[in-house]
Every structure is written in C-alpha cells, then in structure tokens.
C-alpha cells in the first residue's frame, strides 16, 4: 500500500464517513508531500536540504504518481527544494484526494456511498484480521507509546500526520499532550515531514490572504429574473442557466422582502458542492421551520455532518436497489391493482392517478401500509409547508387553519397505522423495510432519534412518491409524444414480459437500453427538485467569489442541464446523448438532477428502477394519448417542478391485458 493511501485511511473518520476536518492546506500540503515520499522510496527521486533530485524518469506505472513524476522530469529552472514542490502540487489535492478515495475503493478497501460518504467495505470489517487503517493507527500509537525507532517510512507516515495537525483527532487530550514531544522528535527524523511542516506554516500566511483578493459579486434585480422567458414557462433549471451564461456562475439576487440571496451555476460549481460543500454549507436553518411543523427537531434532510451520515447509514439498506429485487414480486403486484383500473376510451388526469400509484407502491415497500388515501391531503400539507417555512411564499398562519390541523392530525393516524404493521408478530417473517431501520434506530438510540422526529421519517416515503410520479408523468408526455421512442420501449417491455414477470437479472443495461437513456433524458430537461438552499456557516471562495458566513445561497445544480457546452442544442429531447460514446453527462459537474454532495438522494438507485419498472409495465400493457391531443406540456415550479394539472392521457388501446 502506498503512503498516501495509508494518510488517507489514517484520516478518515468512520463517524463522518470523510476526512477529518483538518485545515485544508495543511491538508493538501501533507497529500502532496505524500506523493513525493511514495516516489522516493520508489527510488525514483532524492531529496536533501537543499533540492529535489530526479532519479529515474522511467514511469512506475501508478496513475497517482506517474503525473507528478512526468511534472518534475520536465521542469524547468530546476532542481527545486522539497518545498517548492509540495506547495506547487498541493492545489490538485482535491483530485489527488479523490483519487485516492477510488482507488481503496477499487482494493475493496472502501465503500462509497451515497452522498460522497467513504467507509470500510464490508469485506474489510468482517475479516478476521485487523483491517489496514486501524493496523496503521496501533502501529503508529505503539511508535508514540515507545523509545522504538521508527523505519523511514513510518517516520514519515507521522511527520505528515502531524503536518496535518490531525493527532488531536486520533487521541484522546491526555494522550496527546503526553506524546506531543514524541512527535515532534520523530517528525523531525526525516525531511519530507520537516518540509511539509515548513510548507503547511510559511503558506498559511499567503493561503488566508488569497481569499481578500476575490471579485465583488454581480448583483441582478428582481425585474431582470421576471423578463426571461424561461421564467415565463417555469423552468428553473433554464433560467438559472440562462443566468449563469449573463452574470457568471455566483450572483446575488435581490428580494422583494427579507435578505439578499446568492445564487451559483454551473459545473465547477456543482464539483465545489460535492468536494468543499460539507465544509461551508449546512441545510439546518432553511429547513428548521419544515420540521417543527411535523413536530420534529432532527431530520435526514436537516442533519449535516456525522449526524447525517449515522442517519443515511441506518436507513440506507432499507433504500437500496438490492432490497427493491428482493420485493420485486411485490411491486409488480402493486402496479397491476392500479393498471387493473385502466379501460379502453378512460382519460385521466396525469398527477392525481400517477400520484396514486406510485404512493400505493412505494409505501406498501417502505412502512408496509397503503397510504394512497393520504396522498392528496399529504401532498396538499407538506406543499404549503414549503410554500410557507422555506421558500416564505406564504406567511405562516396558513399552517394554522383549521383545515390544515385536520390534515396534521391525519398525519398521525398515518404514523399510528404503521406503527400497528410493525409490531413483532405483524412483521413475522417479512422482509426488513424502511420503517423496521428507524423503530430499531429508535428503540437501540433514542437520543439520537426520538420519538418526536419519527412522524416526518416515516412520512419522507410518500413524500418521495410524489416526486416520483411528477416525474413518471413528464416521461409519460415525453413517450406517447415520440412516437418513435414509444414503439423502441414497447419493444423492450414486450420482450422483458414475453414470458411472464422478469426477475432482477433480466434488467440488464442491454435489456432496458432505450428505456434507460430516455429517463436520463427526462430526467435532465425535467429534473424534479432543481435547485437547493443552503447556508454558509465558513467563509468560503467559489470561482473567485468571497462568500461570508450568513450568506444563504441558492445552488442550481441542474443549471448545467441546459448549457450547450455540456449538451449541445440542449433544447432537444435526444436519448443518444447517453450512449457510452458521448457520455455527455459524465462530463465533471455536469448532471445534477439528484442533489449534490452529503445531500445527494439517499435512494436513487431504487426510485430509478422503480420508475422503469413503472415504465415499461405501461408501455407493455397500453398504447396512451395526450388528451386533448397537441397540448403543450406546461410547468408548474412551485414547490417543486410538475406537469400543471391540465396534463390528461387517454388509454386508446390496452395491448395486453392486466392479469393477476
């Protein structure tokens, strides 16, 4: 293993599922000095006091330090001190950090999950043996501990962990007063970590002071959001595109009333969310007022930090792919009691029955009761609760009325219901579902998870079920109005179901190609929740751009959906432009339409299955109509992005009948 990747594995905090919150140059100063170790006990450079000498030119074959090595083979004015290039690599140590991430990963080291959240892999932990970073650790602990003299490579492994100012993270306050002396006597044993000290503390001055020399932000009115056409239509990821292309990828919006609000777009703003946002921003203050209103003080949206990650990781199994093929028998059933219900000659109004039927589904899988017949009223309460508590459209005595208390109160019954199913002898040999993860994270940490927050938890399902019909009914309209795509999915379909239900493996990226890119494409011209709030709790520079502590910025992180840099023509529905061959949204920042960093969506592996399955069980049973025929899907933005109500289909032929 190399000594980046042991510095990587030393610093990761399994609580926070990332790096502990070091200092980032000094960060970046210990992951640069790394590469430059790890090459030197590849022989292929020497180092002194004085300079940085090339050995060796001849690539070692590591995509890690290969690059470095190519760069100081080919400098110029040379040779340079250790320090020279130490500071000259540590800004590429965000890439180098994910690098290294990968590559455990790639060992089977690593785990990524959701999020941009890191921890051992399961074969790590239920090994017999002691997995690497905690080797690593004890034998850091039992050099601290001792007289015993460290080998060069262990001497510098704790120089760079020093330089990184992390000790007072792996020991307890004793611990490391007691073995302060020690490491410093053992840091200065070698050069590297001297010298990456050196780097870390004469740079410190230079890094602070960089942040002062930052652009003023461009400020735009009101009136100049209210003239774009794409406001006109309600797209929000077009017009903070189209805004992005005028005032650049950070710019301040002024409000009618209350703050000023900075908005950022564009790709290196969504790879600076997803790599420094858990550093600067929190979700805590904007969605507060969202909770209390279900009578909870901490939930999955609002946690940030370790919190979040212990949160995801209790209910992450539950919202896996994996345990969607477990139940798949179920969802097929699920999908055909509503088919069942569609007659040759019926129009329907798109939301209200796709609503409908994904809720039935989703909550059947997920807290184990059908509470489809509390999806209107649901959906109408947690719409102004947006309305009023986050996006403050509305002022809050509306959640007051009381219509509204009678639909709080039916909340509970709804949580009172799958409490009932969930009881010991209710759950008798049924597989685990979401609701089963949070009473065991309730009855083993109470504290963590009280009883108050558990009301917005078991109702988050539901929630999700609407966002997932919104977008079934954009797919719906994008299908039955190409009639060239419809007749390739059908095709598909036709062929999954040829010889009854398919099972998991049947779902291959071949089998369900077509069906595939066109939910990609959907989903990037008609992304479900376009933008994010967030609030800046450190001062942070985005693309030059100072942001203070206070700030609420709004990240439109599908903004690059419609720049033709990264979608050429991005107007056009074109299902090619996922073909492995152009890839387009591979392109670093450029797809964005479940979230961004820590807050990434949980589930979105399971809510993409589930909706082709959805899919193609349509196609496979109806040829659909828009009703009346040439509507022109309209927009509705507000909370989040839906077809307006006027979206209708017509079942103008049932192709193969809804049996079972």
């Given at each position: 293993m190399k000594l980046v990747e042991d510095l990587v594995l030393s610093l990761l905090n399994e609580e926070s599922g990332y790096m502990e919150q070091v200092a980032g140059w000094n960060l970046a100063c210990a992951l640069s000095g790394a590469i430059l170790a790890d090459l030197a006990l590849q022989y292929r450079i020497d180092m002194d006091m004085e300079s940085l000498t090339l050995l060796d030119a001849k690539p070692t074959g590591d995509s890690l330090l290969d690059p470095v090595l190519a760069d100081i083979a080919t400098a110029e004015g040379g040779p340079h001190t250790v320090q020279y290039w130490v500071e000259k690599k540590a800004p590429d140590s965000d890439g180098l950090l994910e690098k290294v991430l990968e590559e455990l990963t790639a060992k089977g080291i690593l785990t990524r999950a959701s999020g941009g959240f890191w921890s051992l892999s399961q074969k790590v932990l239920s090994a017999s043996k002691q997995p690497a970073r905690e080797a690593t650790r004890q034998r850091i602990i039992q050099i601290l501990m001792t007289d015993e003299?460290?080998?060069?490579?262990?001497?510098?492994?704790?120089?760079?962990?020093?330089?990184?100012?992390?000790?007072?993270?792996?020991?307890?306050?004793?611990?490391?007063?007691?073995?302060?002396?020690?490491?410093?006597?053992?840091?200065?044993?070698?050069?590297?970590?001297?010298?990456?000290?050196?780097?870390?503390?004469?740079?410190?001055?230079?890094?602070?002071?960089?942040?002062?020399?930052?652009k003023p932000i461009p400020r735009l009115k009101l009136r100049s959001l209210l003239t774009k056409q794409s406001f006109r239509q309600g797209n929000s990821a077009r017009i903070f595109a189209d805004l992005y292309q005028e005032y650049g990828p950070v710019f301040e919006l002024r409000m009618p009333v209350g703050k000023p609000l900075v908005a950022m777009a564009g790709n290196a703003v969504n790879m600076w969310v997803n790599r420094r946002g858990r550093l600067h921003l929190i979700t805590k203050n904007y969605i507060s007022g969202l909770e209390q209103v279900f009578g909870a003080q901490r939930t999955l949206p609002g946690m940030d930090?370790?919190?979040?990650?212990?949160?995801?990781?209790?209910?992450?199994?539950?919202?896996?792919?994996?345990?969607?093929?477990?139940?798949?028998?179920?969802?097929?059933?699920?999908?055909?009691?509503?088919?069942?219900?569609?007659?040759?000659?019926?129009?329907?109004?798109?939301?209200?029955?796709?609503?409908?039927?994904?809720?039935?589904?989703?909550?059947?899988?997920?807290?184990?009761?059908?509470?489809?017949?509390?999806?209107?009223?649901?959906?109408?309460?947690?719409?102004?609760?947006?309305?009023?508590?986050?996006?403050?459209?509305?002022?809050?005595?509306?959640?007051?009325?009381?219509?509204?208390?009678?639909?709080?109160?039916?909340?509970?019954?709804?949580?009172?219901?799958?409490?009932?199913?969930?009881?010991?002898?209710?759950?008798?040999?049924?597989?685990?579902?979401?609701?089963?993860?949070?009473?065991?994270?309730?009855?083993?940490?109470?504290?963590?998870?009280?009883?108050?927050?558990?009301?917005f938890a078991l109702t988050m399902p539901l929630i999700t079920a609407i966002y997932m019909a919104n977008g079934l009914s954009f797919m719906l309209y994008n299908l039955v109005t190409r009639p060239d795509i419809y007749r390739r999915v059908q095709s598909e379909a036709d062929a999954l179901f040829a010889n009854g239900d398919p099972q998991p493996g049947q779902y291959s990226q071949q089998a369900i190609d077509v069906t595939y890119r066109f939910i990609m494409e959907t989903l990037r011209l008609y992304p479900a929740v376009p933008l994010q709030l967030r609030d800046v709790i450190n001062n942070c520079v985005v693309e030059g751009y100072e942001i203070p502590v206070g700030t609420r910025v709004l990240i439109a992180s599908t903004a690059p959906h419609y720049l033709a840099e990264n979608y050429p023509e991005p107007l056009r529905f074109d299902i090619d432009r996922h073909l492995p061959e152009r890839a387009e949204t591979e392109k670093p920042g450029a797809w964005g339409s479940f979230g961004l960093g820590t807050h990434t969506c949980l589930g979105k592996r399971w809510a993409e299955m589930q909706i082709a399955v959805n899919l193609l069980m349509i196609a496979h049973h109806f040829d659909l109509e828009v009703s009346p025929p040439g509507y022109r899907l309209q927009l509705n933005p507000f909370p989040t992005n839906a077809p307006r109500k006027k979206l209708k289909f017509r079942v103008r032929a049932v192709r193969h009948p809804v049996e079972g």
């Amino acid at each position: 293993m190399k000594l980046v990747e042991d510095l990587v594995l030393s610093l990761l905090n399994e609580e926070s599922g990332y790096m502990e919150q070091v200092a980032g140059w000094n960060l970046a100063c210990a992951l640069s000095g790394a590469i430059l170790a790890d090459l030197a006990l590849q022989y292929r450079i020497d180092m002194d006091m004085e300079s940085l000498t090339l050995l060796d030119a001849k690539p070692t074959g590591d995509s890690l330090l290969d690059p470095v090595l190519a760069d100081i083979a080919t400098a110029e004015g040379g040779p340079h001190t250790v320090q020279y290039w130490v500071e000259k690599k540590a800004p590429d140590s965000d890439g180098l950090l994910e690098k290294v991430l990968e590559e455990l990963t790639a060992k089977g080291i690593l785990t990524r999950a959701s999020g941009g959240f890191w921890s051992l892999s399961q074969k790590v932990l239920s090994a017999s043996k002691q997995p690497a970073r905690e080797a690593t650790r004890q034998r850091i602990i039992q050099i601290l501990m001792t007289d015993e003299i460290p080998a060069p490579r262990e001497a510098i492994l704790i120089g760079l962990i020093n330089a990184s100012d992390a000790f007072h993270f792996l020991f307890p306050p004793e611990e490391y007063k007691a073995a302060r002396e020690r490491i410093k006597f053992i840091s200065n044993m070698d050069l590297v970590g001297r010298a990456v000290c050196d780097a870390a503390i004469q740079s410190q001055l230079q890094f602070s002071l960089a942040s002062q020399a930052t652009k003023p932000i461009p400020r735009l009115k009101l009136r100049s959001l209210l003239t774009k056409q794409s406001f006109r239509q309600g797209n929000s990821a077009r017009i903070f595109a189209d805004l992005y292309q005028e005032y650049g990828p950070v710019f301040e919006l002024r409000m009618p009333v209350g703050k000023p609000l900075v908005a950022m777009a564009g790709n290196a703003v969504n790879m600076w969310v997803n790599r420094r946002g858990r550093l600067h921003l929190i979700t805590k203050n904007y969605i507060s007022g969202l909770e209390q209103v279900f009578g909870a003080q901490r939930t999955l949206p609002g946690m940030d930090g370790a919190e979040h990650f212990r949160m995801r990781k209790a209910q992450r199994s539950a919202m896996s792919r994996s345990r969607l093929w477990e139940r798949i028998d179920e969802l097929y059933g699920a999908v055909r009691g509503a088919l069942r219900e569609w007659k040759p000659g019926d129009t329907f109004e798109s939301l209200a029955v796709l609503r409908r039927l994904m809720t039935v589904q989703t909550s059947q899988l997920s807290v184990g009761v059908d509470a489809s017949h509390y999806m209107e009223e649901l959906l109408e309460f947690k719409d102004l609760a947006l309305l009023t508590h986050v996006q403050r459209v509305f002022p809050k005595f509306m959640l007051k009325t009381p219509r509204m208390r009678r639909i709080r109160k039916k909340i509970d019954q709804i949580v009172v219901e799958i409490k009932t199913a969930h009881t010991v002898a209710q759950r008798s040999g049924k597989p685990r579902d979401l609701a089963d993860n949070l009473f065991s994270l309730h009855n083993t940490d109470p504290q963590f998870f009280p009883q108050k927050d558990m009301t917005f938890a078991l109702t988050m399902p539901l929630i999700t079920a609407i966002y997932m019909a919104n977008g079934l009914s954009f797919m719906l309209y994008n299908l039955v109005t190409r009639p060239d795509i419809y007749r390739r999915v059908q095709s598909e379909a036709d062929a999954l179901f040829a010889n009854g239900d398919p099972q998991p493996g049947q779902y291959s990226q071949q089998a369900i190609d077509v069906t595939y890119r066109f939910i990609m494409e959907t989903l990037r011209l008609y992304p479900a929740v376009p933008l994010q709030l967030r609030d800046v709790i450190n001062n942070c520079v985005v693309e030059g751009y100072e942001i203070p502590v206070g700030t609420r910025v709004l990240i439109a992180s599908t903004a690059p959906h419609y720049l033709a840099e990264n979608y050429p023509e991005p107007l056009r529905f074109d299902i090619d432009r996922h073909l492995p061959e152009r890839a387009e949204t591979e392109k670093p920042g450029a797809w964005g339409s479940f979230g961004l960093g820590t807050h990434t969506c949980l589930g979105k592996r399971w809510a993409e299955m589930q909706i082709a399955v959805n899919l193609l069980m349509i196609a496979h049973h109806f040829d659909l109509e828009v009703s009346p025929p040439g509507y022109r899907l309209q927009l509705n933005p507000f909370p989040t992005n839906a077809p307006r109500k006027k979206l209708k289909f017509r079942v103008r032929a049932v192709r193969h009948p809804v049996e079972g």
